[in-house]
């Protein structure tokens, strides 16, 4: 999930309202390539690869606004980048937009309902898969065509997963739009077949499901849930492998390691390590405030880092659970951090929650937990940063803007 603030969407809506739109364009043109090369996304979903380890193939921005692209209502979910560099988007105003990597208008679809926070996903055929507001799921070409929509219960909030085959991983929420808080809640995770649109099977939780589904190498689906439990599920038949209680909503996206350690928050104000295996406990530490932020892990894993609501991001031995370091933002952390190919640190926090003054920031912290630089965007940040393969970052915001930084 990219973040929760119960019904914040439908009260900020109004901010924005519907409005053209427009690109504003800056660099040179758009760029096109082979069927071929387009398939290779290089930011395919939320947290950029299989086991949501929220690395990204490429570094070197240096904090410079590049071009805005206004949408027609807020953003809520991370964008997704193909291997082109094609930026796909969701909306409140119901659309899927295709974005040039010079910020002009590629392609968009209009879906039947506003689109909240189930951030895009581009599948390993080259398709773009989303939730919205209307209990479908949509499975969209890069033309703009509909290839197939697939009838929940509810609302996703969850960003897609693949299986190896393609299978989608999507979780649902709640069934009525702007009753985030009192439900009620569908809470079942869907698997469904790429190339039909139909179900595989599906496990009922006890409660909404807002996390976004890790995948392990063996197939095994790892999410959370409202119900404060993280789920271990066997990927092609949906049953029960194990379930953890951290006695708090998970919204965090759950990051597994080739160490075979499975890290995520919850809204008991912990972050956890668990052995992915077996579900035993490996390491737990409380921070000042809830964690709904998703943790990225180094390449070498030796370190995990994740925000959290008491306005710091955490980096922690990957293996004890250890601070090394805090970052202080003076912001709400709900966004996730991204980690660059050269271990640069890409975090964005929300504007002040008291004052609300401030406007949103984007970081980059070096690895060392130093501040490298920071750029302003607009207020209400509630997504992760996406990359794209040149090294832009993508941050959308609630007036409906998407910044491309240098």
Known sequence: MNRRISGTSRRIAGVVGVVAVVGSVA??????????????????????????????????????????????????ATPAVDGDGTIYVTSLDGYLYGINPDGTLAMRYHAGAGIEEAGPGIAPNGTIVFGADDHKIYDIDRSGRLRWTFQTSGISFSSPAFEADGTVVIGSYFQNPGVATTGPFDGKVYAIDLNTGKMKWSFQTNDAVGSSAAIGPDGTVYIGSNDGYMYSLNGATG???????????????????????????????????????????????????????SPAITADESTVYVGSWDFNLYAFDANTGAVKWSFPTGQLGDPSPVIGSDGTIYYSSNTDQVTGKTPGHVYAINPNGTQKWSIDVDPLVFTSVAMGPDGTLYEGTLTGKLFAIH
């Open 239 to 293: 049953k029960l492998r194990w379930k953890f209680n951290t006695h708090g909503i998970i919204e965090s996206s759950p990051c597994l390691g080739r160490n075979g350690i499975l890290y995520f928050g919850s809204k008991s104000n912990s972050v956890y390590a668990v052995n992915a295996a077996s579900g035993a406990l490996v390491w737990t530490y409380r921070t000042g405030d809830k964690v709904v932020s």
């Open 27 to 76: 660099g040179c043109g758009g760029s096109s390539s082979s069927p071929a090369a387009r398939l290779a996304a290089v930011w395919p979903h939320f947290r950029g690869d299989a086991s949501n380890t929220g690395r990204a193939p490429a570094t070197g921005a240096t904090g410079t606004l590049f071009w805005t692209f206004q949408t027609g209502a807020p953003i809520f």
